[in-house]
């Protein structure tokens, strides 16, 4: 709970919180479009935009949180 309390994201923290975790989202999205595009020969469009936006979405809460706190300062 301290750790949460004493937290403080400037600016920079966040753009560096968001570009890795998008980074992290993407690159992952792009392995599970390959699996699904080995697998069934044609992805759907649909299953690409919801597995890609779940990524996104992860990688910035998880991925991005940490590469925020563990930046140098």
Same mark, same amino acid.
């Given at each position: 709970?301290?750790?949460?309390?004493?937290?403080?994201?400037? @600016?920079?923290?966040?753009? @560096?919180?968001?570009?890795?975790?998008?980074?992290?989202?993407?690159?992952?999205?792009?392995? /599970? /479009?390959? *699996?699904?595009? $080995?697998?069934?020969?044609?992805?759907?469009?649909?299953?690409?935009?919801?597995?890609?936006?779940?990524? *996104?979405?992860?990688?910035? $809460?998880?991925?991005?949180?940490?590469?925020?706190?563990?930046?140098?300062?």
């Amino acid at each position: 709970m301290s750790f949460v309390a004493t937290l403080h994201l400037d @600016r920079i923290a966040v753009i @560096r919180m968001i570009v890795a975790g998008s980074a992290w989202g993407l690159t992952l999205s792009a392995g /599970f /479009f390959v *699996m699904a595009l $080995l697998q069934c020969g044609v992805p759907c469009p649909d299953d690409v935009a919801t597995v890609t936006a779940a990524c *996104m979405g992860t990688g910035i $809460l998880t991925i991005g949180v940490l590469a925020a706190v563990a930046s140098p300062r």
